[in-house]
């Protein structure tokens, strides 16, 4: 009998996600499955659908290593599909779906909404971490500086059931509430299980600062002696040059050698985007009454915004992205307003009154950072987020990075968008074009591919992937989304 396959995509350009050298061939699926590739008799095979590769580059799927996101309310993820990328990781800086009264996601429990996101059927593949900050909160350590033996009970209980779930391991945000209340003994000892459990740790680190990195990765580091250990969205601000990062790379590299699993992602934009609530001292925020902090500390702070916002490159390097004055700097506001900008963020804004961009890497240190062998592409993004990272991510690294910086290969760009993050994070079928690897596949022109989101107008979707396939589906086809939602929640096998 002559088999029969779901589609087949000849003659392609395939970068196989390895980093190695292109190859032409055929490629043959069956429902989500990648079953045959070479170049194989029509008479002995035959296919529902049939699409000529000819002239194009054939990938897997982009992997996105750090992602934001709600499936409930923007369920397709046009914004990931239309970079090419089928696979995003959530849970991340500490954060995840949570039951308790303190809920930062969609409150209810993991295993609940990760149910219900296989029921709904999103258009990405989900991978999902548990947050420290959620977990601390949900076991009654919340803002303590030393939990009790009780608390620890209680994180140790529901870290293993995530990873029961299929979880990927923990994510941490040390500045972020409650995290940056821990110590890194804490830390250690919930890494121990991680580690048990065939888990990795992501970490938005306890800093991200030049004067203060490297103590803040030798944190993550320690870690590292119990589990893999990865750096989210890598940069180092007020940093300048490329022998900094390489500074950066190196006590990555001695750790490597040192046998601990290092690694690190990164988002190809030189402004960050996060709460306003990192402008903000930590006696400002949570657990401390804000009013009463403005009431009887109100000069000091003052004076340490003045501060910040100065080291931070003034106030036209810090752009609105929410609330009441979306879409203007910090200068701008300070004109309008007639009042300094200092003011303006105690008054009128607050610790957890916007998100916002912030103008503060040096180009030349992130590129060379994201040159590192171990560094992967994320987006640091979501759907809903107003920065270009969130739609204009991967098409950056093939439009702006392989091309026109041309810091590597289009083959190593890949790699850093498919088989590196796969390996490293521990999805075992996916991130390769092999057989027997599910199918989420891209078809593309890399010299089409364009990143159309801006700072000014950061809501636009990138263009140029002729064929997105989700577990052997076409989801969108040149700039048109067929409809399809084939993605799926992802679970980690047990050990």
Same mark, same amino acid.
């Given at each position: 009998?002559?088999?029969?396959?779901?589609?087949?995509?000849?003659?392609?350009?395939?970068?196989?996600?390895?980093?190695?050298?292109?190859?032409?061939?055929? %490629?043959?699926?069956?429902?989500?499955?990648?079953?045959?590739?070479?170049?194989?008799?029509?008479?002995?095979?035959?296919?529902?659908?049939?699409?000529?590769?000819?002239?194009?580059?054939?990938?897997?799927?982009?992997?996105?290593?750090?992602?934001?996101?709600?499936?409930?309310?923007?369920?397709?993820?046009?914004?990931?599909?239309?970079?090419?990328?089928?696979?995003?990781?959530?849970?991340?800086?500490?954060?995840?779906?949570?039951?308790?009264?303190?809920?930062?996601?969609?409150?209810?429990?993991?295993?609940?909404?990760?149910?219900?996101?296989?029921?709904?059927?999103?258009?990405?593949?989900?991978?999902?971490?548990?947050?420290?900050?959620?977990?601390?909160?949900?076991?009654?350590?919340?803002?303590?500086?030393?939990?009790?033996?009780?608390?620890?009970?209680?994180?140790?209980?529901?870290?293993?059931?995530?990873?029961?779930?299929?979880?990927?391991?923990?994510?941490?945000?040390?500045?972020?509430?409650?995290?940056? *209340?821990?110590?890194?003994?804490?830390?250690?000892?919930?890494?121990?299980?991680?580690?048990?459990?065939?888990?990795?740790?992501?970490?938005?680190?306890?800093?991200?600062?030049?004067?203060?990195?490297?103590?803040?990765?030798?944190?993550?580091?320690?870690?590292? *002696?119990?589990?893999?250990?990865?750096?989210?969205?890598?940069?180092?601000?007020?940093?300048?040059?490329?022998?900094?990062?390489?500074?950066?790379? *190196?006590?990555?590299?001695?750790?490597?050698?040192?046998?601990?699993?290092?690694?690190?992602?990164?988002?190809?934009?030189?402004?960050?985007?996060?709460?306003?609530?990192?402008?903000?001292?930590?006696?400002?925020?949570?657990?401390?009454?804000?009013?009463?902090?403005?009431?009887?500390?109100?000069?000091?702070?003052?004076?340490?915004?003045?501060?910040?916002?100065?080291?931070? *490159?003034?106030?036209?390097?810090?752009?609105?992205?929410?609330?009441?004055?979306?879409?203007?700097?910090?200068?701008?506001?300070?004109?309008?307003?007639?009042?300094?900008?200092?003011?303006?963020?105690?008054?009128?804004?607050?610790?957890?009154?916007?998100?916002?961009?912030?103008?503060?890497?040096?180009?030349?240190?992130?590129?060379?950072?994201?040159?590192?062998?171990?560094?992967?592409?994320?987006?640091?993004?979501?759907?809903?987020?107003?920065?270009?990272?969130?739609?204009?991510?991967?098409?950056?690294?093939?439009?702006?990075?392989?091309?026109?910086?041309?810091?590597?290969?289009?083959?190593?760009?890949?790699?850093?968008?498919?088989?590196?993050?796969?390996?490293?994070?521990?999805?075992?079928?996916?991130?390769?074009?092999?057989?027997?690897?599910?199918?989420?596949?891209?078809?593309?022109?890399?010299?089409?591919?364009?990143?159309?989101?801006?700072?000014?107008?950061? %809501?636009?979707?990138?263009?140029?992937?002729?064929?997105?396939?989700?577990?052997?589906?076409?989801?969108?086809?040149?700039?048109?989304?067929?409809?399809?939602?084939?993605?799926?929640?992802?679970?980690?096998?047990?050990?």
């Amino acid at each position: 009998m002559q088999p029969t396959y779901d589609l087949l995509i000849t003659g392609a350009t395939i970068h196989d996600g390895t980093g190695h050298t292109p190859y032409i061939a055929d %490629v043959w699926v069956k429902e989500d499955e990648i079953c045959l590739i070479g170049k194989h008799n029509d008479a002995s095979f035959s296919a529902k659908r049939i699409i000529n590769g000819d002239g194009l580059v054939l990938t897997p799927g982009f992997i996105d290593a750090h992602a934001h996101g709600e499936p409930f309310k923007t369920p397709e993820f046009e914004n990931f599909l239309s970079m090419g990328v089928t696979t995003i990781c959530l849970g991340q800086d500490g954060f995840s779906p949570d039951l308790s009264e303190d809920s930062y996601i969609s409150g209810e429990a993991l295993s609940s909404w990760m149910s219900r996101v296989d029921e709904l059927q999103p258009g990405v593949n989900i991978v999902m971490f548990v947050g420290h900050n959620t977990i601390r909160m949900q076991s009654g350590a919340k803002y303590k500086l030393e939990p009790t033996e009780e608390d620890f009970a209680q994180m140790e209980q529901l870290l293993h059931e995530g990873m029961d779930l299929g979880c990927f391991g923990m994510t941490t945000g040390l500045e972020y509430n409650p995290g940056f *209340n821990c110590k890194t003994p804490e830390l250690d000892r919930l890494a121990k299980i991680v580690g048990h459990r065939g888990g990795m740790i992501m970490s938005h680190m306890r800093s991200e600062n030049d004067a203060t990195i490297v103590p803040a990765i030798e944190e993550l580091l320690s870690q590292g *002696n119990y589990c893999p250990v990865q750096i989210s969205h890598i940069k180092v601000v007020y940093g300048k040059g490329t022998s900094r990062a390489e500074e950066i790379c *190196n006590l990555l590299d001695e750790a490597r050698a040192n046998g601990i699993k290092a690694s690190a992602d990164f988002y190809p934009y030189t402004a960050s985007y996060t709460s306003i609530e990192i402008l903000f001292p930590d006696w400002a925020k949570l657990p401390n009454n804000y009013e009463e902090v403005k009431a009887t500390r109100g000069e000091e702070l003052k004076q340490f915004l003045e501060e910040k916002i100065t080291s931070r *490159n003034g106030p036209e390097a810090t752009l609105l992205g929410t609330g009441p004055f979306r879409g203007k700097t910090l200068g701008q506001i300070a004109t309008e307003l007639n009042k300094p900008y200092e003011e303006v963020l105690m008054e009128d804004i607050g610790p957890y009154g916007a998100f916002g961009a912030y103008f503060i890497m040096d180009e030349a240190l992130q590129d060379t950072l994201l040159k590192y062998p171990n560094t992967m592409l994320c987006t640091d993004g979501s759907p809903f987020m107003n920065h270009p990272r969130s739609f204009g991510s991967f098409a950056k690294m093939i439009e702006t990075f392989v091309f026109e910086k041309q810091l590597f290969p289009l083959e190593e760009g890949i790699r850093k968008m498919t088989g590196l993050t796969a390996e490293t994070i521990g999805i075992p079928d996916r991130g390769f074009i092999k057989p027997g690897y599910k199918a989420d596949l891209l078809l593309f022109d890399p010299a089409e591919i364009k990143a159309n989101a801006t700072y000014e107008d950061p %809501v636009q979707l990138s263009t140029g992937f002729r064929y997105v396939i989700v577990n052997g589906k076409v989801v969108k086809e040149q700039e048109t989304f067929t409809g399809d939602r084939a993605g799926r929640v992802l679970r980690k096998p047990q050990l």
